[in-house]
């Protein structure tokens, strides 16, 4: 079955870390972009980051810049979003998505919590 | 950078055409052709419906329909069915090599 399953959510406190993992199944991982789109509580889809099939590019909204880092292991068919530095702002439903611009295949989401 | 601008809602009744805006700027929506819509039911994870402005994926209805002119896109439902009521996103690749969601629309069918 083509699926992606994220773990790793949870509840953290202020400035504190996560990672989260997304595991793929059913699909050529190696052969596509994999993004993250988050979604605070009642709040719309923010894009956070996405990673090419080889890892060799990243790119990331500014507001995570430098705090947050997106990695894949092609051996795994796995996608990570290390997340430090974490802000209230911050709280959300992680996704991952397969593809760079447009994603037909996302995750069930994991929800981090980030508490003051 | 800001996000896409889009309705907050948008009502019609049952086989009514409703259409959704999504305004951009000359760096994103009106640079590329990689505008996608996406649905979102309540606790759900969203759903593809528009990729690349007018493109709809395998096995999505031909009820949607997307188009774009300039700096803003549409995404079109012809014939609203009550199953249609959700929030709906775009989004665009932008100059910046990011993507960039609107703030989502609210569609109610009355």
């Known amino acids: 079955e083509v699926q992606l399953v994220e773990s790793g959510g949870g509840l953290v406190q202020l400035g504190g870390s996560l990672r989260l993992s997304c595991a793929a199944s059913g699909f050529t991982f190696s052969g596509y972009w994999m993004s993250w789109v988050r979604q605070g509580p009642g709040k719309g889809l923010e894009w956070v980051a996405n ?6 590019e990243k790119n990331y909204v500014d507001s995570v810049k430098g705090r947050f880092a997106v990695s894949r292991d092609n051996a795994k068919n796995s996608v990570y979003l ?3 530095s974490l802000r209230v702002e911050d709280t959300a439903v992680y996704y991952c998505a397969r593809g760079r611009y447009s994603s037909v295949l996302w995750g069930q989401g994991t929800l981090v919590t980030v508490s003051s | 950078q800001s996000a896409l601008t889009q309705p907050a809602s948008v009502s ?10 999504c305004t951009g700027t000359s760096s994103d929506v009106g640079a590329y052709n990689y505008v ?4 979102q039911h309540p606790g759900k994870a969203p759903k593809l419906i528009i990729y690349d402005v007018s493109n709809r994926p ?3 209805s031909n009820h949607f329909s997307g188009s774009k002119s300039g700096n803003t896109a549409s995404l079109i439902i012809s014939g609203l069915q009550a199953e249609d009521e959700a929030d709906y ?9 990011s993507v ?4 989502g629309t ?3 069918v009355l």
């Open chain 2, 106 to 108: 609210k569609v109610t």
């Open chain 2, 36 to 39: 996608s819509w996406y649905q």
């Open chain 2, 12 to 21: 019609g009744s049952p086989g009514q055409s409703i259409t959704i805006s």
């Open chain 2, 100 to 103: 960039i969601f609107g703030g």
């Open chain 2, 58 to 60: 395998s096995g999505v």
């Open chain 1, 82 to 84: 290390q997340m430090n």
């Open chain 1, 51 to 56: 990673i090419k099939h080889d890892g060799s």
């Open chain 2, 89 to 97: 996103y775009c989004s665009s690749y932008t100059s910046s090599t």
